[in-house]
């Protein structure tokens, strides 16, 4: 994943590592909906939650991940990015926030509400993930579903995400190999501190 000063990647490699995950959270959710039996549905809450919450934690880490991949690639104000293939389409901002819409109201309702009524507990999810999941939602609206983004000049960072000097960056642009390479991108929940 070398980048030099003239052109970044838009994707440093997360895609192959999601590719599966993504959109999954509501697959599994739809799919646990259509069992018609309430008795059927309490004998599947548990083993649906595992696999939701292993989705959730893969999507969580991946727009982490862009978040600090914007972080990163800011420096390089002049360069061109290769391989945004949303540049020149058109979607509204509720096409572009529909899938973190609904991954917020996951943790925020579905899951709480669900865990209450088929397990009689409340459900907890990582105390990162709505942080990251809200940051992540202002990344898209702040760039319009990166449809006009061509340079990095055009991307613009979310304000309560931290400045970083260059040693920070440095440790994610590591941090990101690394992950990358060893097909692991929930290890980026380490830099959470660096911009939060």
Same mark, same amino acid.
């Given at each position: 994943?070398?980048?030099?000063?003239?052109?970044?990647?838009?994707?440093?490699?997360?895609?192959?590592?999601?590719?599966?995950?993504?959109?999954?959270?509501?697959?599994?959710?739809?799919?646990?909906?259509?069992?018609?039996?309430?008795?059927?549905?309490?004998?599947?809450?548990?083993?649906?939650?595992?696999?939701?919450?292993?989705?959730?934690?893969?999507?969580?880490?991946?727009?982490?991940?862009?978040?600090?991949?914007? @972080?990163? +690639?800011?420096?390089? &104000? %002049?360069?061109?990015?290769?391989? *945004? =293939?949303? $540049?020149?389409?058109?979607?509204?901002?509720?096409?572009?926030?529909?899938?973190?819409?609904?991954?917020?109201?996951?943790?925020?309702?579905?899951?709480?509400?669900?865990?209450?009524?088929?397990?009689?507990?409340?459900?907890?999810?990582?105390?990162?993930?709505?942080?990251?999941?809200?940051?992540?939602?202002?990344?898209?609206?702040?760039?319009?579903?990166?449809?006009?983004?061509?340079?990095? @000049?055009? +991307?613009?960072?979310? &304000? %309560?995400?931290?400045?970083?000097? *260059? =040693?920070? $960056?440095?440790?994610?642009?590591?941090?990101?190999?690394?992950?990358?390479?060893?097909?692991?991108?929930?290890?980026?929940?380490?830099?959470?501190?660096?911009?939060?």
């Amino acid at each position: 994943m070398e980048n030099n000063i003239e052109n970044v990647k838009f994707d440093p490699g997360y895609a192959p590592i999601v590719l599966n995950a993504l959109g999954q959270v509501g697959y599994n959710y739809y799919i646990f909906s259509a069992i018609p039996n309430v008795k059927l549905k309490k004998m599947n809450f548990p083993h649906t939650l595992r696999k939701i919450e292993g989705f959730l934690k893969t999507n969580v880490a991946f727009y982490l991940g862009c978040l600090l991949w914007a @972080s990163y +690639i800011k420096q390089f &104000e %002049n360069a061109q990015i290769e391989g *945004n =293939k949303l $540049l020149g389409e058109t979607c509204s901002e509720e096409e572009y926030t529909s899938e973190i819409n609904f991954l917020i109201d996951t943790i925020t309702k579905e899951l709480p509400r669900d865990c209450k009524y088929y397990l009689g507990k409340n459900y907890e999810c990582d105390e990162k993930y709505l942080p990251i999941l809200e940051a992540y939602k202002q990344f898209l609206i702040l760039n319009e579903g990166f449809v006009n983004c061509s340079k990095v @000049s055009q +991307i613009v960072i979310p &304000e %309560n995400l931290k400045k970083l000097n *260059n =040693k920070q $960056l440095n440790l994610i642009n590591e941090k990101i190999n690394k992950a990358i390479e060893e097909k692991e991108i929930e290890q980026l929940f380490e830099c959470f501190d660096l911009i939060f």
